[in-house]
């Protein structure tokens, strides 16, 4: 990538001078009048990422040395190397001391300001490298992933995690959000306090609201004793409130509260308790579309989202597939006691061609399912949806988790939506019967989260729902 540089002077003749020699070294080139012009171009999020400063010591308004303030205490400080005028080495110190990567003087010599510029953009670029490789291994302590999508995912774990923000997770299910939570909460000041986690789904709204905020004895039906909560037990540390768009209304309002007070109120008591909690918050729905249709508060989406990490589907980096796989079938193997399962040759080119709408948790199911049913030191794929050149070119559904014939179940002569409703029926009732009708381990199986099993189960007429 090419190193960008911006040059920051009042005088149009040191600025254009500057600019020419860093073009020279292959920098591209922005450049401001003053210091507030340059913070609003670092700001601009159409501005590319900024590897280099150049600026003057003194200028009208905002000082060099107030600029690289200012400049330290964005996310991805840049590299800032100071200009000064003869006889203001003490400010030059002075600026170094603050966190300046080095200056030269006016009247300057092209050699000394290409010698300094070279030191300094090798020094960003290493410690970039870096920074890539520690938030790399931080991630992948929860996570197995070799594609450019995750990493890049790393590196904002990487950087959020120490800084004690709320932060908004999205993804589809079964993408590992979870997963990123935790490494978050590893990386953060607060790895060695509670790590609470709730999901929002699991409960109705009134019992959620006991469970998230507490509640004294007798305040409602059925609770016989006093209950702290979870956000005073997660106090000083992190609360995961996974399936946050499943709030409802009521419950969005009071954690609202929570995060602009720091307070909680329990249920049946009149008097707030102060907390010390920091929130991340995941969810699979569009909750930007939830809030215009009225099923969030948009005043809490925002103070939710400080920071959105968004958690790329496995379709979308299907080279973490083989990674992933290969790592489930040592886990698989390991605790069937099966020993070294040989890998066979169609196994990745199989698994890639499918689109897991599921994502890793679906991956993880099916080779769960491959390892136990494997007989001998090679895996099986016998189970495994039909190769892609074995599939029907319509009407496939495409799924691992589709062992079965889309005709399983469907009488003869129905058409294509009539027999895709009659299979997902099936396997709907298939996963119900082998997790005992525990829907929270039902939607685990299929990888699908609880509110779509719920909505699934009602739209096939299963169960209560």
């Not at 700001?43 to 308004?61: K, N, S, Y």
């Not at 005028?85 to 990567?101: C, D, F, I, Q, W």
């Not at 469970?211 to 609360?239: N, Q």
């Not at 992933?324 to 040759?345: I, K, N, Q, S, T």
Request: with cysteine; net charge negative; hydrophobic share 40%.
């Amino acid at each position: 990538m090419r190193p960008h540089a911006l040059v920051v002077d009042d005088d149009d003749g040191v600025r254009y001078t500057l600019a020419g020699i860093l073009e020279e070294e292959g920098v591209s080139v922005s450049q401001a009048d003053s210091g507030e012009h340059a913070l609003a171009i670092f700001d601009d999020a159409a501005t590319p990422e900024i590897h280099l400063v150049v600026t003057d010591m003194r200028m009208p308004g905002m000082s060099g040395l107030e600029l690289l303030t200012a400049l330290r205490q964005r996310p991805r400080a840049p590299k800032v190397v100071m200009i000064t005028a003869h006889g203001s080495e003490r400010l030059a110190v002075e600026a170094t001391k603050a966190g300046a990567y080095d200056y030269f003087r006016k009247p300057f010599e092209v050699e000394d300001i290409v010698a300094v510029v070279r030191r300094a953009l090798d020094t960003a670029r290493l410690e970039a490298e870096n920074e890539q490789l520690r938030s790399k291994l931080e991630l992948s302590k929860k996570m197995v992933f070799v594609s450019e999508a995750m990493t890049r995912l790393a590196v904002m774990v990487h950087r959020i995690g120490p800084r004690d923000v709320t932060v908004l997770i999205r993804g589809e299910s079964g993408t590992g959000k979870e997963r990123v939570a935790e490494a978050i909460v590893s990386a953060s000041k607060r790895a060695a306090r509670p790590f609470i986690r709730f999901n929002c789904a699991a409960l109705s709204p009134e019992l959620a609201e006991a469970e998230l905020f507490g509640h004294s004895r007798g305040a409602f039906t059925g609770a016989i004793r006093t209950r702290s909560g979870m956000f005073r037990e997660a106090d000083g540390g992190t609360i995961l409130l996974d399936e946050v768009g499943e709030l409802d209304l009521a419950t969005q309002a009071k954690l609202l509260r929570v995060l602009q007070e720091h307070e909680i109120r329990p249920v049946g008591e009149d008097h707030a308790i102060p907390i010390d909690v920091r929130v991340i918050a995941a969810t699979h729905r569009d909750l930007a579309k939830r809030v215009e249709d009225g099923a969030f508060r948009e005043d809490l989406y925002y103070r939710l989202r400080v920071v959105e990490l968004q958690v790329p589907a496995l379709r979308e980096r299907p080279e973490d597939i083989a990674p992933l796989a290969r790592h489930f079938l040592e886990r698989f193997a390991l605790r069937f006691g099966v020993g070294l399962l040989l890998e066979p040759p169609e196994l990745v080119p199989r698994l890639t061609a499918l689109p897991w709408p599921g994502n890793v948790r679906e991956l993880e199911n099916t080779i769960e399912s491959l390892v136990a049913l494997s007989d001998g030191d090679t895996l099986d794929l016998d189970p495994l949806t039909p190769a892609p050149s074995e599939r029907p070119t319509e009407g496939t559904l495409g799924s691992a988790r589709s062992i079965g014939l889309l005709d399983a179940g469907a009488p003869p002569g129905q058409g294509l939506r009539d027999r895709v409703d009659a299979f997902e029926r099936q396997l709907l009732l298939d996963a119900l019967t082998s997790a005992a009708g525990n829907r929270t381990e039902t939607a685990r199986v299929l990888g699908i989260g609880r509110a779509t099993l719920h909505d699934k189960l009602r739209k096939h007429g299963i169960g209560d729902s």
